[in-house]
């Protein structure tokens, strides 16, 4: 049985930096996709970023557009990580690792992963 454990929320102050990490069992995901999603109170869950490997095998990783240059994501074989800086209070979410076992078609999109984590809850105050 393949779980997926987030780790690293919590309550942090705008300015400050957290990181998330997510670890997998039951499987390797180590040729496949692993990603963060976030789901904001009220909202739908949305794309944070990827990793993958491209056609040419190399090691790929893709934002939210949106946030590139505040989150950085990083892997090591069965583990994803998540280094977010200069949070904002609108990222207040529940922040969900996910992942699948080949390169998904479009990675911002949540019915591609087919393994998925319980969330962690990341609170920014002002």
């Known amino acids: 049985q393949v779980q997926l454990v987030e780790s690293g929320g919590g309550l942090v102050q705008a300015g400050d930096s957290l990181r998330l990490s997510c670890g997998a069992s039951?499987?390797?995901?180590?040729?496949?996709?692993m990603a963060w999603f976030r789901q904001p109170p009220g909202k739908e869950r949305e794309f944070v970023a990827s990793t993958r490997w491209n056609s040419a095998n190399v090691y790929y990783t893709d934002y939210a557009s949106s946030l590139k240059g505040r989150f950085t994501i990083s892997r090591d074989n069965a583990k994803v990580y998540l280094q977010m800086n200069s949070l904002k209070p609108e990222d207040t979410a529940v922040y969900y690792c996910?992942?699948?076992?080949?390169?998904?078609?479009?990675?911002?999109?949540?019915?591609?992963?087919?393994?998925w984590g319980q969330g962690t809850q990341v609170t920014v105050s002002s």
């Open positions: 996910a992942a699948k076992l080949t390169n998904p078609l479009i990675v911002s999109r949540v019915s591609e992963y087919d393994y």
């Open positions: 039951g499987r390797t995901f180590s040729r496949g996709s």
